[in-house]
């Protein structure tokens, strides 16, 4: 089996050298399984191996008169190798190759991002780790909740990358397949062996029925894939905005040295990766889309959706290897103000407790809509008057009435919101 792991990063996968080299590899497979039945002899096929280079430059010359890819390769592995370039493509036609190709180069497009998962998920589980007890403000609606722990928000996405990485793993199996069955998928003009041969040796699957091309299915699952990857990078990215914003100023990325915020203001330091990997993900999630649309094409096949492959794959799986690439940067060099998560709990003067007075009230026999009106009553006083929300409590006789100084001071222990995170942590094995 050829390596899937012959190229150091994305931008190679997708060069011209990569994707020549690919194509020349399908076309020797081909030839040796050809050979193997009889169609090609022996001599022929080790002077195709012996010769068979390409010149990019003279390919490209090529193209500009013949106005096809294919046949510019082709035309430029004949020069040199001769008479018997007469055997190589012999009974395929041009998406053989190109289908077959593009499957090879999104493999090993996925595996890099594949890794770059792995990467952020070890990043966010030793920061989950690491903050399993810090506790800060939970927010909803962007209003202080209920305590909670850092820890958990890490091990929140830790979870979400996890089910990534499954999707990844699907959507890889999903796309690879090549094809090797000629122009309509009949194999009326090349064995079906030679496909199977082909795929065998590239690491794919050979598709069990096609058209010309491999059907677009495959790799709209791909593209809607790296669009929820790229949703959720867009979802850490924003809540680190969040936390960094000088109101709360909770979390921020890492300030390097010499590193300047802004051209005007020399105190600022702005969230600018967060802000990149925002931006990048609007264009990752969109190029699902055209590759939705291309699932439609007319009758066995046309070209509509080449040209826009030509770009949104290279362009989405290059941009999202570089957005988890930055992301997991963040994550291991995050700043986290563990004093101003403190002093953003005591901001609402102890209010957040409100749901586990409610609570003791409604076990002491209160009904539900009279106690949550007695507590409101009295988070409201306490924030009008700025006044902690626990001396308003012990003021309030019909509270008092029903529970003891000691029911209300356990009310307020923080270490309630603690009891389960401990167990929350070992559905992980952390």
Not at 183 to 191: H, Q, R
Not at 324 to 346: A, E, R
Request: net charge positive.
């Amino acid at each position: 089996m050829i390596s899937r792991y012959s190229l150091p990063d994305m931008k190679g996968i997708w060069s011209d050298e990569n994707k020549f080299n690919t194509w020349l590899k399908i076309e020797l497979l081909a030839c040796e399984a050809l050979c193997e039945l009889g169609d090609i002899p022996e001599k022929s096929l080790k002077k195709i191996k012996d010769k068979s280079k390409f010149d990019i430059k003279r390919i490209h010359q090529i193209e500009k008169v013949v106005k096809h890819d294919v046949i510019a390769f082709l035309t430029s592995i004949s020069e040199k190798v001769g008479k018997d370039a007469r055997f190589i493509h012999m009974g395929l036609t041009s998406s053989d190759v190109l289908d077959t190709a593009l499957s090879y180069n999104m493999t090993q497009a996925v595996d890099l991002l594949l890794k770059d998962l792995q990467n952020l998920r070890t990043a966010l589980k030793k920061l989950a780790k690491k903050h399993k007890t810090t506790i800060m403000i939970g927010r909803s609606h962007g209003v202080h909740a209920e305590p909670m722990t850092f820890g958990l928000k890490m091990l929140l996405w830790f979870d979400e990358v996890g089910r990534h990485i499954h999707r990844l793993e699907h959507a890889r199996n999903t796309i690879k397949y090549g094809k090797i069955s000629g122009a309509v998928g009949t194999y009326a003009n090349i064995d079906p062996y030679v496909e199977q041969y082909v795929c065998k040796k590239l690491g794919l699957s050979p598709s069990p029925l096609s058209t010309q091309v491999l059907q677009r299915d495959r790799h709209a699952e791909l593209m809607t894939t790296l669009g929820l990857i790229a949703s959720s990078l867009e979802k850490f990215a924003t809540e680190i905005r969040a936390l960094q914003r000088t109101e709360v100023n909770e979390a921020q990325e890492f300030f390097a040295k010499g590193q300047k915020g802004s051209s005007a203001m020399p105190h600022k330091k702005n969230p600018i990766i967060c802000e990149r990997i925002c931006g990048l993900a609007r264009l990752v999630r969109a190029n699902s889309i055209p590759a939705m649309e291309n699932i439609s094409l007319w009758h066995e096949r046309d070209i509509s959706h080449s040209s826009v492959e030509r770009v949104i794959i290279p362009d989405s799986t290059i941009a999202l290897d570089y957005m988890l690439s930055k992301f997991t940067g963040i994550v291991k060099n995050l700043v986290v103000n563990t004093k101003n998560m403190k002093k953003n709990i005591d901001k609402t003067k102890g209010s957040i407790f409100s749901q586990t007075v409610l609570l003791k009230l409604i076990k002491k026999g209160l009904i539900r809509e009279s106690a949550y009106k007695i507590v409101q009553q009295s988070a409201m006083k306490s924030t009008k008057e700025k006044r902690d929300f626990k001396t308003a409590i012990l003021k309030n006789k019909k509270i008092c009435n029903i529970l003891s100084i000691e029911e209300i001071e356990e009310s307020f222990d923080i270490k309630i919101h603690l009891k389960n995170v401990e167990e929350i942590y070992k559905r992980f094995g952390i």
